[in-house]
């Protein structure tokens, strides 16, 4: 099953228990405080996940480093392999 | 390294979202709930625009990103190959 598929079948399985609850096919009639709060609540979700990933990106923007090590560490092999291969008679 | 304004501007975005969710959660999930001659009711707009305006923000931000998508291609753009 790929990811795609996963994402449909959830959509679908919410998607379908909303309606179920929202629209009331059945007959069945919940108070009305749960059905004020059960007619915007895929948009709800959707907000939710939009201030997630406004967060999200947020802070990764804040928290953005470069890493000094890394880079220090990478230009040592980096020399030591031309000093390899300059011994070994490549010329650059 | 980020900057101090990159700071500014992350922690903004996380503020901003934080507020927003929290505003939003009780305005949707707790106000029902509430009487609704209760003071907190006169600092949340009507029920009728907590699906309207998430709808219109949201146009406005495909518009906004189809408007950036099509100015950086416009900039970009190969200059017309020489009909042959």
């Known amino acids: 099953m790929t990811k795609l598929m996963q ?86 | 390294m980020a900057t101090v304004m990159d700071q500014l501007v992350g922690f903004g975005l996380v503020a901003f979202s934080l507020i927003l969710f929290v505003y939003y959660t009780i305005w949707i999930i707790i106000l029902p709930f509430i009487d609704s001659d209760h003071g907190i009711h006169k600092l949340f707009l009507p029920r009728e625009y907590s699906v309207t305006i998430p709808v219109i923000a949201g146009l406005f931000l495909v518009l906004f990103v189809g408007v950036f998508v099509m100015t950086v291609m416009w900039k970009n753009r190969k200059p017309a190959k020489k009909s042959d």
Not at chain 1, 36 to 56: D, E, K, N
């Open chain 1, 7 to 92: 994402w449909l079948f959830v959509l679908a399985l919410l998607g379908t228990a909303w309606a179920t609850l929202a629209l009331g096919p059945l007959g069945h009639h919940l108070p009305l405080p749960c059905q004020q709060v059960l007619h915007p609540f895929p948009a709800y979700l959707l907000v939710a996940a939009g201030c997630y990933s406004l967060a999200t990106v947020g802070y990764r923007l804040a928290t953005f480093n470069d890493c000094e090590a890394a880079a220090q560490e990478l230009q040592e092999q980096i020399k030591e392999a031309r000093m390899d291969l300059w011994r070994r008679g490549l010329k650059f």
